[in-house]
């Protein structure tokens, strides 16, 4: 049985990788037998749709997969035990790395976070691990890497965690705990410790947990990146160069508030927004315009805001929004300047 | 009967767990009372971290992710 899983496994991946490598080929064969000239604008933008889509689709098939596998290994109760009791700064530090591989969907946001908190998880740790989690995740770097690049995605990973740390200390710093609802209040550190030992996982069953995994995330991702790489394709084949560099590049000071006000009230998954922000890029937005925009669609959107007032009172809201904001300024800012 | 509780608040995945949970009783004639728990101070208070989660009678058996069949059927 095992040994069937693990052979299974073994020429999936060899295909994988054949089918990742011959993909250049491939869309140049589909771009000639549609009869288009790749010189032109429509050629360009098919090229360019056939290479990138089913690319992305491959990259994040594999990441997603291997990504299933290590969250058999990491539950949210064993994050949760890790992070119990732990100081300011080390613990934010520990909890924004734990979000990036521990699994995590918005629409637990709220049992996750009284969960933290009644094991004496503190509210400023907590929130490192709730801005990292959805904003750090392996569909954007996945999608950063394939479409920009080890550099950015690198850059997008240390700049989000570093955000998710400050963010949570300064909450932290700040004792706002009686912010917090009253019955969310009532229960904190109220959960005394032990149990939560995980069931012991056999391989075929890992294996299968990242086929779910897949499953779950690539099935409904895929339609996100086909419209994003297509709206992508468009601005590649027709916008012409630095057309945006005017309104979206450095010298536009305001262009970095702009795109963080813009996009609180988008609520877009990385999977669609990414490769629309690869073809902005190409036609000369700046950098770090560009990754403010991204980490403010993701991090800071209304209907999570509205998940987590039921546990927060609207000051507490407040005060995670701008400090957030302020880190997603600041990213922007200094990538703007430095690159 | 059994009890069954499902925990979530509207995600796709906490739809999902109550109608495999349903689909399973039936194929197993096992009759269950099977009720949907979305109210987050009830969720909370049950300890669970991730949504979906399972209770029976009274007991959390499951949280995160859709069960599988065979577990389902390990319940009844």
């Given at each position: 049985m095992s040994a069937r899983w693990l052979t299974a496994t073994a020429l999936a991946a060899v295909a994988w990788w054949l089918a990742y490598t011959h993909l250049a080929g491939f869309s140049?064969?589909?771009?000639?037998?549609?009869?288009?000239?790749?010189?032109?604008?429509?050629?360009?933008?098919?090229?360019?749709?056939v290479y990138e889509s089913p690319k992305v689709i491959?990259?994040?098939?594999?990441?997603?997969?291997?990504?299933?596998?290590?969250?058999t290994f990491v539950s949210p109760e064993r994050t949760r035990a890790m992070l119990s009791g732990r100081r300011l700064g080390i613990g934010n530090v520990m909890a924004a790395g734990l979000g990036v591989v521990?699994?995590?969907?918005?629409?637990?946001?709220?049992?996750?976070?009284?969960?933290?908190?009644?094991?004496?998880?503190?509210?400023?740790?907590?929130?490192?691990?709730?801005i990292a989690a959805p904003m750090v995740n392996e569909v954007a770097l996945t999608l950063l890497f394939g479409m920009l690049g080890w550099k950015v995605a690198g850059l997008y990973l240390a700049l989000g965690l570093g955000v998710a740390i400050a963010a949570g200390?300064?909450?932290?710093?700040?004792?706002?705990?009686?912010?917090?609802?009253?019955?969310?209040?009532?229960?904190q550190n109220s959960r005394a410790g032990g149990q939560d030992a995980d069931a012991p996982m056999s391989w075929p069953e890992r294996i299968r947990a990242g086929?779910?995994?897949?499953?779950?995330?690539?099935?409904?991702?895929?339609?996100?990146?086909?419209?994003?790489?297509?709206?992508?394709?468009?601005?590649?084949?027709?916008?012409?160069?630095?057309?945006?560099?005017?309104?979206?590049?450095?010298?536009?000071?305001?262009?970095?508030?702009?795109?963080?006000?813009?996009?609180?009230?988008?609520?877009?998954?990385?999977?669609g927004i990414i490769p629309v922000v690869q073809a902005l890029l190409a036609k000369g937005a700046a950098l770090g315009t560009v990754l403010a925009f991204m980490m403010s669609v993701i991090a800071l959107s209304a209907p999570e805001m509205i998940i987590l007032r039921k546990v927060l009172k609207p000051r507490l809201i407040a005060v995670f929004v701008s400090v957030v904001a302020a880190g997603i300024l600041l990213v922007g800012f200094v990538f703007n300047a430095v690159l | 009967m059994k009890n069954i509780k499902v925990l979530g608040a509207g995600c796709a995945n906490c739809k999902a767990t109550l109608?495999?949970?349903?689909?399973?009783?039936?194929?197993?004639?096992?009759?269950?009372?099977?009720?949907?728990?979305?109210?987050?101070?009830?969720?909370?208070?049950?300890?669970?971290?991730?949504?979906?989660?399972?209770?029976?009678?009274?007991?959390?058996?499951?949280?995160?992710?859709?069960?599988s069949r065979e577990k389902i059927t390990g319940w009844l």
């Open positions: 140049d064969a589909v771009v000639r037998l549609a009869g288009v000239d790749p010189a032109t604008h429509l050629g360009a933008a098919l090229g360019f749709f491959l990259l994040l098939a594999g990441i997603v997969f291997l990504m299933g596998i290590i969250h521990t699994p995590f969907c918005s629409c637990s946001a709220v049992p996750l976070f009284i969960g933290f908190l009644q094991a004496g998880v503190p509210l400023g740790v907590t929130f490192s691990f709730l200390m300064l909450i932290g710093r700040l004792g706002m705990e009686g912010y917090l609802e009253d019955w969310v209040r009532a229960l086929l779910e995994h897949d499953r779950e995330i690539v099935g409904k991702v895929w339609p996100y990146v086909l419209a994003g790489v297509a709206v992508g394709a468009g601005i590649h084949g027709y916008v012409p160069q630095d057309f945006l560099a005017g309104f979206m590049g450095k010298s536009a000071w305001w262009a970095v508030p702009a795109a963080v006000l813009l996009g609180v009230p988008m609520y877009s998954n990385a999977a | 109608k495999l949970i349903e689909d399973v009783a039936k194929a197993q004639g096992v009759e269950v009372q099977l009720e949907k728990v979305d109210d987050m101070v009830a969720i909370a208070g049950y300890g669970i971290l991730s949504t979906p989660g399972v209770v029976v009678d009274g007991k959390v058996v499951h949280s995160g992710g859709v069960p």
